[in-house]
C-alpha cells in the first residue's frame, strides 16, 4: 500500500486546515487508517484513527478540534484541523494498519506515507 499525504501548510491559529491521505495498491477498505505528527524534538503523537467501518478514535490534544473520515470510494482518509494552535505544528503523517481494533500506537501501522508540514503561527 502506497500513501500520499497532502494539504499542510502555513496557517494562523484560529484557522482551519484540512489534510488528505490517498492510498493506492491495496484494499483501502479493509485498513484502519491514522494520523500521527511529529514536532522537532520531540516523540511521535497520535493524533487521530479510523476504522474501516467508520469508527473514530482522537488523541486528547486534539478531541473536539480536529476530525477524521474517510471515502473509501476515493481511497482517501481525511483530517479536518480546526482551531489550530500553535502547538499543533508538526509534521502530519498518514499510515494504514491491517491490526484490528485499529491501533493508536505507530509500532502496529504497517504502512506509512510520506508527512506533510503544518505550520500554525500565533
Known amino acids: 500500500v502506497q500513501l500520499q499525504a497532502s494539504g499542510g501548510g502555513l496557517v494562523q491559529a484560529g484557522d482551519s486546515l484540512k489534510l488528505s491521505c490517498a492510498a493506492s495498491g491495496g484494499t483501502f477498505s479493509t485498513y484502519g487508517m491514522g494520523w500521527f505528527r511529529q514536532a522537532p524534538g520531540k516523540e511521535r503523537e497520535f493524533v487521530a484513527a479510523i476504522t474501516w467501518s467508520g469508527g473514530t478514535i482522537y488523541g486528547e490534544s486534539v478531541k473536539g478540534r480536529f476530525s477524521i473520515s474517510r471515502d473509501n470510494a476515493k481511497n482517501t482518509v481525511y483530517l479536518q484541523m480546526n482551531n489550530l494552535k500553535p502547538e499543533d505544528t508538526a509534521v502530519y503523517s498518514c499510515?494504514?494498519?491491517?491490526?484490528?481494533?485499529?491501533?493508536?500506537?505507530?509500532?502496529?501501522?504497517?504502512?506509512w506515507g510520506q508527512g506533510t508540514q503544518v505550520t500554525v503561527s500565533s
Open positions: 499510515a494504514a494498519a491491517l491490526r484490528r481494533p485499529v491501533p493508536t500506537l505507530p509500532q502496529f501501522y504497517s504502512y
